[in-house]
């Protein structure tokens, strides 16, 4: 499993203070993986009266932050409450039974884990998703579980991608290096890696998606 975190350095020297374009650079990683594991992702509100609790996004009261030894240049990702502390671990989701701090880190992992799934989708020719067996068949790796919490994120990995990537513009050139993996040395050819990726995935999904729509029809009619 991969670490949780990132390194990076900085290579050039610029008008703007290179603590700036530092916060910029792990803002822009930290929004990024932030949306992909927790967006439309609701929880139970905390609050002292259960009775007003309401659901809301979970990015509405947490965001992931990055830290590290001073010095050091590896940042870990915390997850930490809006009033920066660090995030209630205690805090269960009532609706759900669920310890919210745990599910926000499994969130996390299922991510990596898609991310994985998209760089061995852009070295193979084909892709085949089964979404009710959450599985997915690649040409040269054989058939892998995917990450059933994050397999709606799929349709949305491009837009992401790109979105991510406007976002380091401004703090390029740098080495950036996330999950301490050399599969994820960020620069512009890991992003057209993980675009081809993507797009891979995309495909394969929606035509499992109408597969299934197709199936159901099927049925349907077979009944009527």
Excluded at 115 to 128: C, K, S, Y
Aim: charged letters at 25%.
């Amino acid at each position: 499993m991969t670490t949780l975190g990132f390194r990076y350095r900085i290579r050039q020297n610029t008008d703007v203070p290179r603590s700036v374009r530092a916060d910029n650079l792990e803002q822009a990683v930290t929004g990024w993986l932030s949306m992909l594991a927790w967006s439309d992702w609701t929880v139970t509100s905390p609050s002292e009266d259960k009775t007003t609790a309401l659901a809301v996004p979970f990015t509405s009261i947490a965001r992931l932050q990055s830290a590290g030894a001073p010095g050091n240049d590896f940042r870990e990702l915390n997850i930490m409450a809006f009033d920066g502390k660090p995030f209630y671990r205690e805090l269960i989701d009532d609706e759900h039974g669920t310890n919210i701090y745990d599910e926000a880190i499994d969130r996390l992992w299922q991510t990596v884990q898609l991310l994985e799934i998209t760089t061995d989708a852009a070295h193979n020719d084909g892709a085949i998703i089964d979404i009710g067996r959450h599985r997915i068949a690649l040409a040269e790796e054989g058939t892998t579980l995917l990450p059933p919490l994050c397999l709606d994120e799929i349709p949305r990995l491009p837009d992401s991608l790109n979105t991510f990537r406007s976002k380091l513009r401004p703090v390029w050139p740098a080495d950036l290096t996330l999950f301490e993996t050399a599969d994820f040395t960020v620069d512009d050819g890991w992003f057209d890696m993980m675009s081809q990726g993507a797009t891979a995935l995309d495909d394969a999904y929606w035509h499992a998606q109408r597969h299934d729509l197709a199936d159901a029809w099927g049925q349907h009619r077979v009944q009527q």
